[in-house]
């Protein structure tokens, strides 16, 4: 079956391929990690199966299309300032891959498992191919533009709930605890009162797929990068949802404070967000 695909070349038969093999092996690693590191602080954690993972993809990526350009988490210095540069750098080529090899990386480590690998690729800055792949249970996340989301080949739609009271909502808790995690937690404390509950899982690539399957009615984050929400982007949109910024802002790749969700909500939830001054 590898072969088939390989031989297709098509964007998303590699993007698949990719995210399958390197989850396949992550799952391998999970509980006999060998080193673990610090990148920007002592929240910011990095193994040697997210660097494994990146290259495996990069690797394969640039064997099917060596003129495309890639930007993978764990080839970027830490911080959010070397991130939102090396973005920046790459948007002018006309296809760039962006990857985040394992997003999840405390739950990795700590043997909790919500962790997934994301890819996606970029037409001139635009997502056109979103896979998002959870190996625990082996669900794989497609969304190609125009084309529709599938999980295991079955199409995904948003959910129906219309108003906050009625809605399940996950957030992150950012590793950056002196700014992006207060900010959060402002927004948090407007949410939760408003909603039916909360979670929070530790993927924000995971949340961004389960809000475009319907399983959530809408998550949002502050401090996140690219690769982080590029490929769970086109799951929501293509989904039926809405993406945008904290300030109701259509997505584009430079995004950091994401709000997704049924779209439904959306007016509701961004508003409830800002009211807790909770956007940058
Ligand atoms: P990661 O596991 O790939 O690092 C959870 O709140 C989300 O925040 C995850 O998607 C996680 O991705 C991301 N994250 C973890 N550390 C981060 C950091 N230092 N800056 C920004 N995002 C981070
Ligand atoms: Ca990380
Ligand atoms: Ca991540
Ligand atoms: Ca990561």
Not at 75 to 88: K, Q, T
Not at 122 to 139: C, F, L, S
Request: glycine share 10%; proline share 4%.
């Amino acid at each position: 079956q590898d072969a088939a695909i390989i031989g297709s070349k098509s964007f998303t038969a590699v993007a698949i391929n990719c995210a399958a093999k390197a989850g396949e092996w992550i799952k391998t690693k999970l509980g006999n990690y060998e080193k673990l590191d610090i990148k920007y602080s002592s929240t910011d954690l990095v193994t040697e199966v997210d660097k494994g993972s990146e290259t495996l993809i990069k690797r394969l990526v640039l064997t099917h299309f060596p003129h495309h350009s890639f930007l993978g988490e764990e080839g970027v210095e830490p911080g959010p300032e070397a991130s939102v540069r090396a973005l920046e750098s790459k948007l002018e080529n006309e296809y760039l891959w962006i990857v985040d090899p394992i997003d999840g990386t405390t739950n990795f480590v700590h043997g909790f498992p919500f962790f997934v690998v994301s890819i996606a690729l970029a037409y001139r800055g635009e997502v056109i191919v979103g896979v998002v792949y959870d190996p625990m249970k082996d669900e794989l996340f497609l969304a190609e533009k125009g084309k529709g989301a599938y999980v295991h080949g079955k199409r995904m739609s948003v959910s129906g709930e219309d108003t906050l009271r009625t809605s399940l909502i996950a957030t992150g808790f950012p590793a950056d605890q002196q700014y992006a995690l207060p900010l959060n937690m402002k927004g948090l404390q407007a949410v939760a009162p408003q909603v039916r509950n909360i979670r929070s899982g530790g993927s924000a690539a995971l949340h961004m797929a389960y809000v475009a399957a319907g399983r959530l009615s809408g998550f949002w984050e502050i401090g996140l990068n690219s690769w982080d929400l590029a490929a769970g982007s086109l799951l929501i949109q293509e989904s039926g949802g809405t993406v945008t910024d904290s300030l109701g802002q259509p997505y584009h790749l430079g995004v950091r404070n994401v709000v997704a969700s049924n779209g439904k909500i959306h007016d509701e939830f961004v508003g409830a967000l800002d009211k807790a001054e909770a956007t940058l």
